[in-house]
T-cell receptor
């Protein structure tokens, strides 16, 4: 079957750095995406990795290791508004997308 | 404004009563998709479409139908809803890049 694993919850303080890991097992792999979802809202796109390495977008960075079937999202200089759920997602065969169960990030003052 | 719209946003219905959730995008995207979101399970793909008249099953297609007669619209049809289809549904679209744009969601309750 296809599965992605993420920690269910992470807590950090304002200004800190937090890393959210994602491991995947899917039939086919084109790339790993990350989405943010605030309570009551829709998911919004954060980043995408198709190749190994680090992609940086402002305070957010995302890393991929295809050989390890592993990636992570790194959030720096945490702000209260970063409190949300974060989902990793794999584009598997064709354009079938498989999402992880989500990680709820709580940022404390 | 570029957006994905869904209607209705909230729906309470009864078992067996056919319903349709509409999805429309104004970005001329070729790819559209439906997901359901349940606590602890993340988003699960129901159906997706790579273009007009081209649809394919996602991971949880049972009990759902879709159609793609026009590029902008991708309705989700539940011919005989059951309580296990109570969920939060999201429509999404994308074009070329890997960024999917999600609609605001439809919260469906089947009694």
């Amino acid at each position: 079957g296809q599965s992605l694993e993420q920690p269910s919850e992470v807590t950090a303080v304002e200004g800190a750095i937090v890393q959210i890991n994602c491991t995947y097992q899917t039939s086919g792999f084109y790339g790993l995406s990350w989405y943010q979802q605030h309570d009551g809202g829709a998911p919004t796109f954060l980043s995408y990795n198709a190749l190994d390495g680090l992609e940086e977008t402002g305070r957010f960075s995302s890393f991929l290791s295809r050989s390890d079937s592993y990636g992570y999202l790194l959030l720096q200089e945490l702000q209260m508004k970063d409190s949300a759920s974060y989902f990793c997602a794999v584009e598997a065969y064709g354009q079938n997308f498989v999402f992880g169960p989500g990680t709820r990030l709580s940022v404390l003052p | 404004e570029a957006q994905v719209t869904q209607n209705p946003r909230y729906l309470i219905t009864v078992t067996g009563k056919k319903l349709t959730v509409t999805c429309s995008q104004n970005m001329n995207h070729e790819y559209m998709s439906w997901y359901r979101q349940d606590p602890g399970l993340g988003l699960r793909q129901i159906y997706y479409s790579m273009n007009v008249e081209v649809t394919d099953k996602g991971d949880v297609p049972e009990g759902y139908k879709v159609s793609r007669k026009e590029k902008r619209n991708f309705p989700l049809i539940l011919e005989s809803p059951s309580p296990n289809q109570t969920s939060l549904y999201f429509c999404a679209s994308r074009q070329g890049t890997n960024e999917q744009f999600f609609g605001p969601g439809t919260r469906l309750t089947v009694l």
